[in-house]
Every structure is written in structure tokens, then in C-alpha cells.
């Protein structure tokens, strides 16, 4: 069960979003099968941050389908706009069916654009959200910065990312359940294999913890924290622009 102790060489970032369109029709059930559910208490947990700021308009970069973008609707009072950016055209197609099932759907919109160019006007947005989607950003620096430069003074960012466990038994069999389980399930059920080898390596080659917070505080934002979630497999991200 020994996990390699060397990080896999950090994957390209260039074309991630055409991984994402072939997997689209079995992405929202890898997330909740492959975290054992997790993924929804961890966006729930986002949501619950920002509701207690508050905001009319809000905006989740890298949506994906847009399950971020309805737990933020489901318990932020007050939402007058809720907008899911993603460069996956197939991803937002599925998130799209989502929406138009959703009691909220009058209030919610999904636009293709890019994390390093989001087609939003400068200080507009209350409220930002970005998970598990920082990491596929080419130039994290320049995404934070566009996300600072798209909010009001005073607006909040939360960004989940997954991260590694501190202790030290925990990450050997983190490790070894990213790097040899998830990616022969996840390509089982999806039918693309390197969507999952992916995965793993984007994870294991990130900054995270303090490095992470570092980089926001360098790009617009401050009081910046950084919270482990379950046993630090997933980190919650927070800060002021």
C-alpha cells in the first residue's frame, strides 16, 4: 500500500475543458460516488459561508454543472443574480437541464467564458465561489486577480480546493486511493481514464494550505483562511477583497 513518495510532473492545464466535455454525462455522480458524498456537504459548507455576508450577485467560476451555484441559491437569502462561468460547453449543457428544474431558475444563468477573462463587469459581484476548479486554471495568480477585479470593495471570495491530509498515515492512504483506486474507477464509469489520472496529479502538483492563502493575499485579497475539511483532504478558502 506504499504510496511513491516523488509528485507526479504537473499535468498541462491547456485543454482541460475538452477532458471535461467528454466526462459531463457522468461527472455529478463520480463527485458524489468517488468522495462517498462528501462533495455535497463541502458545497453546502461554501454556501453557509457566504450567507452569512450576504449578497445580491453572485458568481461561481469553473461551475461546471452548476452545483455550487444551487446550494449558494438554496441558502443565501437575498439573491437577485447567480451566474455559473465554465469553459465546458457539454458541462454547462448538463447544468443547464439542472437549472431549468430548479424553483430559483429566474434567478440563475450559465455563460461559456474563461477563469483568466470572465466576461463580468469590473466590481459587480458581491459574492464569488470557485470549486475544485482553481487548480485547472493555467495562471492562478492572474484567476485570482480576475476574481478580485470582479468584485465590489468589500465582496468575498470562498474557493474549495482539494489539498493533502497533515497526518502523516492519512496522506500514505489518501495517496494511494488517488493515485491507484480513483482513477480505475472513475475511468470504468466514465469510459476516460486520464480524466482521473488528471485528477489526482493536479491535486498532489498545487499549492495549498498557506502557499495557497499567500497567492490570494498577493492578488487582492485580504484576511485571507484557509479551514481543512475532512481530515484536510479538502481545504475551504476565504478572503476580502
Same mark, same amino acid.
Given at each position: 500500500m506504499n504510496a511513491p513518495k516523488t509528485k507526479p510532473e504537473t499535468p498541462s492545464r491547456n485543454d482541460a475543458w475538452r477532458m471535461f466535455d467528454r466526462i459531463?454525462?457522468?461527472?455529478?455522480?463520480?463527485?458524489?460516488?468517488?468522495s462517498l458524498g462528501q462533495d455535497i456537504l463541502w458545497r453546502r459548507t461554501?454556501?453557509?459561508?457566504?450567507a452569512r455576508a450576504g449578497g445580491r450577485h453572485v458568481l461561481d467560476i469553473a461551475t461546471g454543472t452548476g452545483d455550487q451555484l444551487f446550494a449558494m441559491c438554496n441558502r443565501i437569502p437575498g439573491i437577485e443574480t447567480a451566474v455559473g462561468i465554465d469553459r465546458s460547453p457539454q458541462?454547462?449543457?448538463?447544468?443547464?437541464?439542472?437549472?431549468?428544474?430548479?424553483?430559483?431558475?429566474?434567478k440563475m444563468a450559465l455563460v461559456l467564458g474563461d477563469a483568466l477573462k470572465l466576461p463580468v463587469r469590473s466590481q459587480s459581484i458581491c459574492l464569488a465561489t470557485v470549486t475544485f476548479g482553481i487548480r485547472?486554471?493555467? *495562471?492562478?495568480?492572474?484567476?485570482?486577480? *480576475?476574481?478580485?477585479?470582479?468584485?465590489?470593495?468589500?465582496?468575498?471570495?470562498?474557493i474549495l480546493e482539494f489539498s493533502l491530509p497533515a497526518n502523516q498515515l492519512l496522506r500514505r492512504l489518501y495517496l494511494f486511493y488517488f493515485r491507484h483506486i480513483?482513477?480505475?474507477?472513475?475511468?470504468?464509469?466514465?469510459?476516460?481514464?486520464?480524466a482521473y489520472q488528471y485528477l489526482n496529479e493536479t491535486v498532489e502538483t498545487f499549492p495549498y494550505g498557506a502557499a495557497f492563502g499567500k497567492l490570494m493575499t498577493e492578488n487582492g485579497f485580504s484576511s485571507v483562511t484557509a479551514t481543512p475539511l475532512t481530515f484536510g483532504v479538502a481545504t475551504v478558502y476565504q478572503g476580502v477583497k
Open positions: 459531463a454525462h457522468r461527472y455529478d455522480l463520480l463527485n458524489h460516488l468517488l461554501v454556501a453557509r459561508r457566504l458541462m454547462l449543457a448538463h447544468g443547464a437541464r439542472k437549472i431549468d428544474r430548479h424553483p430559483d431558475a429566474d485547472n486554471v493555467t *495562471e492562478t495568480s492572474r484567476g485570482l486577480s *480576475e476574481i478580485a477585479r470582479v468584485l465590489r470593495p468589500g465582496g468575498q471570495v470562498v480513483l482513477p480505475k474507477i472513475g475511468g470504468l464509469i466514465s469510459g476516460d481514464s486520464y
